[in-house]
């Protein structure tokens, strides 16, 4: 289970980035996602936290890595 650095929270969700799916819009719909940018850039966090709103964790390791990844 992920924590927040900042707070310790452990309620994390993730950040999605680009187009969503409909599935992807429910799980906005419900926080368990939350909506980045449209578009993505090697600073962007991965994750944010519910608790005290820490964006972290970068997404430049995945740009490095196979990022196309259509199923969630
Ligand atoms: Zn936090």
Redesign the pocket.
């Known amino acids: 289970m992920k924590s927040?650095p900042?707070?310790k929270?452990n309620m994390i969700i993730e950040m999605v980035y680009g187009l969503l799916s409909d599935e992807m819009s429910d799980a906005v719909g419900s926080n368990k996602i939350d909506l980045g940018a449209s578009t993505i850039d090697p600073s962007s966090p991965e994750f944010k936290?519910r608790?005290?709103g820490?964006e972290f964790g970068g997404l430049g390791k995945f740009l490095n890595d196979e990022f196309i990844q259509d199923d969630l």
């Open positions: 927040c900042k707070c929270s936290c608790s005290c820490e």
